[in-house]
T-cell receptor, first 111, second 116 residues
Framework: AQSVSQHNHHVILSEAASLELGCNYS??????LFWYVQYPGQHLQLLLK??????LVKGIKGFEAEFIKSKFSFNLRKPSVQWSDTAEYFC?????????FGTGTKLQVIP | NAGVTQTPKFQVLKTGQSMTLQCAQD?????MYWYRQDPGMGLRLIYY???????DKGEVPNGYNVSRLNKREFSLRLESAAPSQTSVYFC???????????????FGEGSWLTVV
């Protein structure tokens, strides 16, 4: 079985603060890992993905994530958040034939 | 540049009514999915189709049926709608083999369904 855990359900930050959202997974095979963002009223959009190679992955809008195999983690980071980053963020695990999503983290950035 | 298209965008149903959500992708993807999104529960997989002609249950299949009509289209049917099926439904697709850079999942814009 494959599963994804996101422990932070709701995060509130001030503009320019640094962001780290946790994601842990459980899966016995080769992993494909993703972070998606959902802005209010919109569908999910891909932020970044990891398949193999460099465990530090850079995505759009200044986001990055680090795959740490020993910790089964794929945390999302951004050095300085903006008000426009207010959204819900989903970590996802691609296993055999299907993709499993975490329950999401709502990020609220205060101007 | 359509990607994944799903219809309708909004629908209100009465308990017991049936309806079908349509989904089509133009990216020649093998795999297609139906998810539902509920507050605090993230996205939960209802059904998926790994290739044309095959369908499999996901986490929450009860009350739903699906049809992979051809490679492009994957429909979701509610035979007898219940208030617990009020949700936002997302169709998605992915292509390529696992581990390849092509295996990214792409989403439609969602269908807001209310069952009263």
């Amino acid at each position: 079985a494959q599963s994804v855990s996101q422990h932070n359900h709701h995060v509130i930050l001030s503009e320019a603060a640094s962001l780290e959202l946790g994601c842990n997974y459980s899966y016995g095979g080769t992993v494909n890992l993703f972070w998606y963002v959902q802005y209010p009223g919109q569908h999910l959009q891909l932020l970044l993905k990891y398949f193999s190679g460099d465990p530090l992955v850079k995505g759009i809008k200044g986001f990055e994530a680090e795959f740490i195999k020993s910790k089964f983690s794929f945390n999302l980071r951004k050095p300085s958040v903006q008000w426009s980053d207010t959204a819900e963020y989903f970590c996802a695990l691609g296993g055999y034939q299907k993709v499993t999503f975490g329950t999401g983290t709502k990020l609220q950035v205060i101007p | 540049n359509a990607g994944v298209t799903q219809t309708p965008k909004f629908q209100v149903l009465k308990t017991g009514q049936s309806m079908t959500l349509q989904c089509a992708q133009d990216m020649n993807h093998n795999s297609m999915y139906w998810y539902r999104q509920d507050p605090g529960m993230g996205l939960r997989l209802i059904y998926y189709s790994a290739s044309e002609g095959t369908t499999d249950k996901g986490e929450v299949p009860n009350g739903y049926n699906v049809s992979r009509l051809n490679k492009r289209e994957f429909s979701l049917r509610l035979e007898s709608a219940a208030p617990s099926q009020t949700s936002v439904y997302f169709c998605a697709s992915s292509g390529g083999a696992w581990g390849s850079s092509e295996n990214t999942i792409y989403f439609g814009e969602g269908s807001w369904l209310t069952v009263v």
